[in-house]
């Protein structure tokens, strides 16, 4: 129960136009995610923030400005070259976030 | 150079993210607009000079070649240079927006966009374009006659012949001009003169759908004939003159109206360096056509010393 209680839905949950696209969006979304914990893991920063980007991007189109804002903060950070702890811990934030993205 | 049927405004979207060309095909599916697109820069230009879009949409980073490199590769190329185009990137820095609009793109939307600001800049682009198009077309447009203008023919000649040279192939010029033009148009009035190279005109269109009949200036028209070596365009040169011959004509019955016509061959002529020769050629040949009684067709090459 608390997860749905936590659930992030997308802004166009409701457009039947964009139904079909939001939920391919969350269903790739971990593997997504897991691609970016995986290159962060690898220490390939560039990789990492090529994906952040694409998402800060994408996000908002979807209906998740939030995951976008998430997202935007690791590639500003690598873009910083941010001490690897921020980074992580941004990364962590982003994962957990987007754990409750729901179509 | 009418279009019966006017098809869609193309619009090209160049990013390096699948999510994004997802969700433009969804947002944009109810445009008056037909969208391709491509995730790689490279394939993008390549594209670009497939489809001529009439509209651009462009990101900024991508991997294999950035935004402002697509950019400058369009601008450096003649056919793609007047191609409007729009960023849409989520590197929205105020250096990165002066840095595209300085450099010739039309717009910047920042990602995510919002689809209503997007679908309005897309049209608004459209609008321009479909403009300028007008325009560019309307200038290399005989007003009179619906030709291709001198303008034009000088541009298309180049083109051909560096083609032709290229690739090996074949390539004639015909030079026509009405005979005794001034006096019909001292005689019968100007109207009468206008209607006469109307109707000419008219016949120089109905000829073979390569041929790119132009008015070269008064009562004198080139035609290009590309992939068409010297005998047959005499004898396609020799079809427009009989069609003009047999014309009927208003005013006393059996009035007939000649023109004469000369034709070059570019591989005939040895180590042509420029149009000017090329067009200087067939207008000898015209005027040899003229001196030996009018009404008829000479080549250039004819009287070529044997050596």
């Given amino acids: 129960m608390t997860q749905d209680a936590q659930a992030v839905r997308s802004e166009f949950a ?66 910083d070259a941010c001490d690897i702890n921020v980074i992580r811990s941004r990364m962590g934030m982003l994962s957990a976030f987007a754990a409750r993205v729901r179509p | 150079m009418s279009a019966a049927k006017i098809p869609l405004p193309k619009v090209l979207a160049i990013d390096d993210s699948e999510l994004i060309h997802r969700l433009l095909r969804v947002r944009l599916q109810h445009e008056q607009i037909e969208l391709h697109g491509t995730t790689d820069a490279v394939e993008g230009l390549a594209m670009a000079r497939r489809l001529m879009p009439d509209v651009i949409l462009l990101d900024i980073e991508m991997r294999s070649m950035d935004g402002f490199a697509v950019l400058q590769a369009l601008k450096d190329d003649i056919d793609l240079q007047d191609i409007p185009v729009i960023f849409i990137s989520a590197t929205a ?32 682009a459209l609008r321009v374009q479909h403009l300028v198009k007008m325009l560019a077309q309307k200038a290399q447009v005989d007003g009179l006659t619906g030709l291709w203008n001198r303008t034009y023919f000088d541009r298309r000649l180049s083109q051909e012949v560096a083609q032709a040279v290229r690739h090996r192939r074949g390539l004639s010029l015909v030079m026509c001009d009405v005979d005794g033009f001034k006096r019909l148009n001292d005689e019968c009035g100007h109207p009468f003169g206008d209607l006469v190279l109307e109707r000419l005109s008219k016949i120089l269109l109905s000829g073979r759908t390569s041929d790119v009949p132009c008015r070269y200036g008064g009562e004198e028209f080139g035609i290009i004939l590309p992939n068409t070596h010297g005998s047959e365009a005499m004898e396609v040169a020799d079809r427009y003159r009989r069609a003009i011959e047999l014309e009927q004509w208003p005013g006393p019955t059996g009035r007939t109206i000649t023109a004469s016509f000369g034709v070059a061959d570019i591989h005939a002529l040895d180590g042509l360096q420029s149009i000017e020769e090329l067009v200087g050629a067939a207008d000898a040949a015209l005027y040899r056509a003229k001196l030996n009684g009018r009404n008829r067709v000479e080549s250039a090459h004819a009287d070529r010393p044997a050596r």
Avoid: C, T, W
């Avoid at chain 1, 269903?27 to 690898?42: H, T, W």
């Avoid at chain 1, 800060?56 to 690791?74: M, N, Q, S, T, V």
């Fill in chain 2, 93 to 124: 820095s105020m250096e990165d927006r002066v840095r595209a609009l300085d450099m010739g793109a039309v717009d910047f939307v920042a990602k995510p966009f919002e689809v209503v600001e997007l679908k309005a800049r897309v049209r608004s």
């Fill in chain 1, 14 to 79: 409701d457009d039947p136009d964009m139904s079909g696209i939001v939920e391919l969006f969350v269903s790739e979304l971990p593997d997504r995610v897991g691609a970016m914990n995986a290159a962060l893991a690898a220490g390939q920063l560039e990789q990492l923030r090529v994906l952040a980007h694409q998402l800060k991007g994408a996000a908002g189109g979807y209906g998740f400005p939030r995951l976008g804002e998430a997202a935007a903060l690791i590639d500003q950070g690598v873009k």
